[in-house]
């Protein structure tokens, strides 16, 4: 998969008016790989810009067609929707794009290359298909022992979609930028788009997530700070699997917490309500820690729905409920939790 780093100038496919929340991987291509993304295809909203649709992505066009893209190398499939199943209209531009010579990057559960049409238009075409969810991993975990000067910082959290790979790519960035030899580790689609390579722990057999992401660990353990991708919640009823996998896969010794303020209930699940954040937190320090001593440092706030204001006082409170600092890094920016990352490695260190 490292292939896919090499793109320099991709169209970003969403269909046809397509959800804001089933475009998250849209979204994160042009927060995170911007310079290299020269549209976004959505029919229903052309004539827009990125930074008006979605927010991010400044002048990048959203056009109605893949004829009005310049030059690409490669079109991305820039949607998650629930269950990872292609829309019709999709796979008409999957077609268009082969057909020009286009390599196509797809992160669907819905897998190119067991699409008859496409593979033999490919052939045509040289085109490559590529499935970033597709993979063959078959070894179970050995409870490794990761090298000692490796801090493991996994992101947790409440529920879906509450911000957990924005908030490790800017902690990745933070500590960066404080010379700290940090590098994350994706888990799912959108973060293997970004930088290439990962594990896509939610399509792995479940006998083999645990060893997926231990071998991910160790793969990497050269680095002096991984910060690895959570996915799904620990009490979520459809996605708790991969959430304890993750956990005693990459045997983090700290924790960010991440939730949404002012969501009321489960993704996708109205009838369940969330919990309390104190039981979160009690939950995944002795779930983890039945795999290797953890606790959680610090707290990623994602207050999308909650003004500036409101989220300072949200901020104060959880703050004083947990006892933990707390800061949202879409509005402030890491520089919290990356003071809690490196307060923890002089500890674990000293």
Do not use: W
Not at 8 to 23: C, Y
Not at 148 to 158: E, F
Not at 227 to 234: D, F, R
């Amino acid at each position: 998969m490292e292939t896919i780093s090499k793109y320099r100038r991709i169209a970003i496919a969403v269909g046809h008016d397509a959800p804001l929340s089933n475009s998250k991987t849209a979204i994160s291509l042009l927060r995170y790989r911007g310079e290299h993304c020269l549209a976004v295809i959505d029919p229903a909203h052309c004539g827009k810009t990125t930074q008006e649709l979605y927010g991010i992505g400044g002048t990048t066009p959203v056009v109605g067609s893949l004829a009005e893209v310049d030059s690409p190398d490669a079109l991305f499939i820039g949607i998650s929707p629930p269950g990872g199943q292609m829309p019709e209209e999709l796979s008409l531009v999957i077609s268009t794009g082969i057909q020009r010579g286009l390599d196509i990057v797809s992160g669907l559960h819905e897998f190119l290359v067991e699409n008859e049409g496409f593979c033999q238009e490919a052939e045509r075409s040289g085109s490559l298909l590529i499935d970033v969810r597709r993979n063959q991993y078959r070894k179970t975990a050995v409870c490794a022992d990761f090298r000692p000067g490796c801090l493991r910082i996994h992101a947790v959290g409440q529920d879906c979609s509450v911000g957990k790979m924005v908030t490790m790519l800017e902690l990745e960035r933070g500590l960066q930028k404080r010379q700290a030899d940090a590098r994350f580790l994706a888990t799912g689609q959108t973060g293997i788009m970004i930088v290439g390579n990962g594990v896509p722990v939610d399509c792995v057999v479940s006998d083999f997530v645990n060893g997926a992401v231990e071998e991910l660990v160790l793969q990497n353990e050269q680095h002096e700070i991984l910060l690895i991708e959570g996915q799904g919640s620990i009490t979520h009823p459809a996605f708790s699997a991969v959430t304890l996998g993750l956990l005693h896969g990459c045997a983090p010794q700290g924790l960010i917490f991440c939730y949404e303020a002012a969501r009321p209930h489960v993704k996708g699940l109205p009838h369940v309500p969330l919990k309390a954040l104190e039981r979160y937190r009690e939950l995944y320090e002795q779930l983890a820690s039945e795999r290797y001593p953890a606790e959680v440092v610090g707290v990623a706030l994602n207050g999308r729905n909650i003004s500036a204001a409101q989220a300072e006082i949200e901020k104060q409170q959880v703050g004083d409920l947990l006892g933990l600092p707390v800061c949202d890094v879409y509005r402030d920016g890491p520089e919290v939790l990356v003071d809690a990352v490196l307060e923890l490695k002089t500890r674990i260190t000293a």
